[in-house]
């Protein structure tokens, strides 16, 4: 499995990577405040790889410029984490080389694997932990959504060969859903809402398109006559836009709605419906739906007005919402 971030690239250990593992877990800084000893050469950063950091789910961090691993992020599920979990439920760990300490990659990291752990293993409850005084990995549990949830003290460390306390924390699924905060778009992060519509498109609409079809489509995301008088609203997982509406408010039109393929079946396109809905509770509220989205408009209130067109290759079916079909 290899997972992509706007930065970085998680991907699986390899014994290739030592010499780079070593030039980060050497330092002082990052092992012991973890409960693991610095390595002392690239032959024992070579030896972890094939002994600890090749197992299931653990994966180097690298940066996607270059390829090369700066960090570590893993998830251990059931009994094979340290707090003694059912398979349900798995437990995070993560480390990053000091160079690139306050860049926000860590917490990047982990909620992907935060996103990889809910939707692609269907896992119900994700754990963490920090030792006593390491407020780095505080600071990143509470970026990432964890609550605490309680401490062990006086835990014996073999590794070190010391007594520690450890706060463990804690996020579930559904708090992990709900946690998808969302607003009305600034002028600025508009082109980023454009750009997750064409990725949207040309992954699950485009297929069923006609190349006219799909032309048109990328011409209406450059048109910035097509463009104006609408209005933005976006659901973010963290700094990331995971979905986005554009309605003519004037008109009651939605003329972009678009959730990114990561984040379907999670209920942020409702969410994100609704949220918009509220501003026009007494309004009917149009659209023209593609094939792939009928299902989801259908299930969320809206009906058919009349029969699947095409127009300049672009296929859709008309809708409207109605606070009576909330109602039912």
Known sequence: MILKTKRLILRPWEEADAED???????????????????????????IIREVLSAEETYAVCLKEDGRAIGSVGLMIGQSGNIGLPETEGEIGYWIGVPFWGQGLIPEAVREIIRHAFVNLRLQTLWCGYFEGNEKSRRVQEKCGFVFHHTVRDIPWPRMGDIRTEHISRLTRDDWRAG??????????????????????????????????????????????????????????????????????????????FVDGDYHR????????????????????????????????????????AQEQTVDGIRFTPMVFTPTADAE
């Open 21 to 47: 593992l070593y030039t980060y877990a050497r330092d002082e800084r990052i092992g012991p405040v973890a409960g693991w000893p610095t390595h002392t050469s690239a032959e024992n950063s070579r030896e």
């Open 180 to 257: 998808f905060p969302i607003r009305k778009l600034t002028p600025d992060e508009i082109p980023a809402a454009l750009e997750l519509a064409w990725n949207v498109f040309s992954e699950f609409e485009s297929p069923v398109y006609s190349r006219e079809g799909t032309q048109m489509f990328r011409k209406c995301l450059l048109d910035e006559s097509y463009l104006s008088g609408i209005e933005y609203y976006g659901a973010f997982d963290g700094p990331t836009l995971i979905g986005e509406i554009g309605i003519r408010t004037e008109k009651r039109h939605i003329c972009f709605f």
């Open 266 to 305: 999670l209920g942020v396109g409702t969410r994100l419906f609704r949220f918009v809905r509220n501003d026009f509770p007494q309004d009917a509220i149009t659209l023209n739906s593609s094939p792939y989205g009928l299902p989801f408009y259908k299930a969320n209130g809206f009906t058919a007005t």
